[in-house]
């Protein structure tokens, strides 16, 4: 396995709140009996799954939480960094290395999934904000969207990233530690038919997506996504290497404005200074997004949810079909996400209280390809 360097340290995170799994493969009744209403899975009730009754669809399931939980980050993180006005910062640099991350983990899930049969939801699959994460687990975490602030860097961002053993936390139940190390024991003890068919492959920088051919593949997968996020089994005692710290540990430094270093035997926030940085003061998006918007923001609203509509069928239809036209597509509508956003946090709310900004809303206007409801 390659190194996983310093932005591949003590990185973790928890699920939380369930999200409806729609999969064009039939569910065995061990895997529906652990589903509320048949088919609509949380990570819990799928670790109660005994041992060895998880099966194929078992792993389906699982690997499509995985992806929401991925896609689910997206939006929260994009925000505080196109809220930044300085994108050469230590602090916009680190959050754009996480985005990075946290697109390869959902390219490697995606691929993942579709290796043993299954099709990736991705339009309709992206929670409301604000609101809790797709998973069920950590239910008391609510993920909001607004520019960065160091309450949002404690609430929202280290609220996801939060890993099993914080240095000195105490590990829970039902961790994403835990769910990805039951996904890959069902690996090892199903060994499926891995089928490269729809599978893709990307440079995301820093990372190579490759098409998963083998059980190595798949561990390397899992493991890689563990280590570099969700349910290391790292130490703080682990070295750092490469550029960055993990996830938690990174929104610790622009937190604490100070690098994470080893003292007297123990990690502490107390290395050279990380400046906070001077940022565009987004306003949190209420339940429902913004009331009442004028005519200029409406506009923008519409443009900027229209593209990010169009970029989520585009990864879908991608997967369903294993065509990288529509990959590409929706890397470049990616792209064109940040221009309305920042347009948008560049007016002020008519309550003074910040600015506009995006609300990553479907747009109802725009119809799924042929990805849709696989």
């Known amino acids: 396995m390659p190194s996983l360097g310093r932005r591949g340290f003590l990185k973790s995170a928890t699920l939380a709140a369930a999200g409806p799994v729609v999969l064009g493969t039939p569910v065995h009744a061990a895997t529906r009996q652990a589903l509320p209403n048949g088919g609509t899975g949380s990570v819990a009730r799928l670790l109660e799954v005994p041992h060895g009754r998880r099966d194929d669809s078992w792993i389906r399931h699982a690997l499509q939480i995985a992806v929401e939980l991925e896609l689910a980050t997206i939006p929260p993180y994009l925000c505080a960094w196109w809220s ?15 985005i990075d991350d946290e697109m390869y983990h959902m390219g490697l899930a995606c691929n993942l999934l579709v290796a043993v049969g299954g099709t990736p939801r991705i339009a309709d699959a992206l929670p409301s904000y604000p609101g809790p994460l797709p998973g069920g687990v950590r239910g008391e975490l609510t993920v909001y969207l607004s520019g960065l602030t160091k309450q949002y860097v404690r609430e929202v961002l280290m609220g996801i990233e939060t890993p099993e053993t914080p240095l000195t936390r105490e590990a829970g139940p039902a961790t994403i530690g835990a769910f990805y190390a039951a996904l890959l024991d069902a690996f090892h003890d199903v060994r499926p038919d891995l089928s490269t068919e729809r599978q893709l492959g990307r440079q995301i920088r820093p990372n190579t997506l490759t098409p998963v051919t083998n059980l190595d593949d798949v561990e390397q997968s899992i493991e890689t996504i563990r280590e570099q996020g969700e349910g290391t089994s790292a130490s703080p005692d682990a070295p750092f290497a490469q550029d960055a710290p993990a996830h938690y540990y990174a929104f610790g430094e622009i937190y604490h404005e100070r690098r994470l270093r080893q003292a007297d035997g ?35 609203l ?21 065509d990288d036209g529509p990959l590409d597509a929706a890397v470049d509508a990616m792209r064109a996400l940040e221009e309305p956003a920042v347009q948008l946090m ?29």
């Open 266 to 300: 123990s990690w502490e926030f107390s290395g050279e200074p990380i400046p906070f940085p001077d940022a565009r003061p987004m306003g949190t998006v209420p339940a429902g997004g913004w009331p009442s918007p004028s005519t200029e923001v409406q506009r923008l």
């Open 84 to 98: 930044v006005k300085e994108r050469t910062s230590e602090p916009a640099t680190l959050i754009r290395s996480i």
């Open 302 to 322: 519409q443009q900027f949810d229209e593209t990010f509509t169009n970029m989520l069928h585009g990864l879908q239809d991608a997967w369903a079909t294993g």
């Open 346 to 374: 560049e007016i002020p709310l008519p309550d003074g209280t910040g600015t506009y900004g995006p609300q990553f809303r479907p747009w109802p206007g725009t119809t799924a390809g042929p990805g849709a409801g696989s």
